[in-house]
């Protein structure tokens, strides 16, 4: 739409991305959605948020759809002929290993293929089911899990909003899910969970 989106938790580890919104621009709290004048990031008009929760001058997420117009969804489809594969279609955030995150831009070709060979490498088909724990912010859960997904017919299943592991094994056994995503800690958390035995996990043929 022309818009430029910064997508971040509403917390991860020991950063409250909210708080800091709030910090930067104090402003927020007291303007009407839509109508942020901040001195210090003049160019925000716009924060929306994940989540039930509710926030002072920004919009829910879940929200969003409802402020549609019929002129809004015609220059949406409009604006789809217009997409080339090598346009970036996002910045991704990564701290590497200096701790100081550097934007990575991506375009639509890089996602697209870094989940379809993906995908390919674990041979997804249409038959699959994978469950999809890891964050939906992260190139993990987005491409990895969503686009993997997408471009091999499989299901994608969420076990729940943030990672939890009882979800995770409800999910799979649930599901019948017959690949599982995660990191080591992920596995771990899992693995070691006291209700582990009780689950038939005996599906999941890959990760």
């Known amino acids: 739409m022309g818009c430029k989106a910064l997508v971040l ?4 580890k020991t950063s409250n991305y909210l708080e800091i919104v709030n910090d930067l621009a104090p402003e927020l709290a007291a303007s009407p959605f839509g109508q942020l004048q901040a001195r210090t990031l003049p160019q ?3 924060v929306i948020r994940l989540g039930e929760d509710t926030t002072d001058g920004m ?3 879940n929200d969003l759809a ?3 117009t019929p002129a809004s969804r015609t220059q949406l489809v409009a604006l789809g002929p217009t997409l080339r594969c090598d346009d970036p279609i996002n910045i991704q955030f990564t701290s590497g290993t200096t ?5 990575a831009t991506l375009t639509h070709r890089n996602i697209l293929n870094n989940g379809f060979f993906v995908g390919e490498a674990i041979r997804l088909t249409e038959h699959d089911r994978l469950c999809i724990p890891v964050p939906l912010y992260h190139c993990f859960g987005m491409v990895m899990g969503n686009l993997g997904c ?7 299943v969420y076990p729940a909003e943030a990672f939890d592991p009882l979800s995770v094994l409800e999910a799979v056994q649930a599901e019948r899910c017959t690949a599982l ?7 771990i958390a899992e693995l070691d969970h006291p209700r582990f035995a009780e689950f038939d996990i005996s ?3 890959t990760g």
């Open 44 to 46: 925000l008009r716009w």
């Open 99 to 103: 701790g100081h995150p550097k934007g």
């Open 9 to 12: 938790a509403p917390a991860l």
């Open 59 to 61: 919009l829910n997420f």
């Open 203 to 205: 599906t999941l043929r």
């Open 181 to 187: 995503y995660g990191v080591p800690t992920m596995f």
């Open 66 to 68: 409802a402020r549609a």
């Open 150 to 156: 997408l471009t091999h017919g499989a299901t994608m």
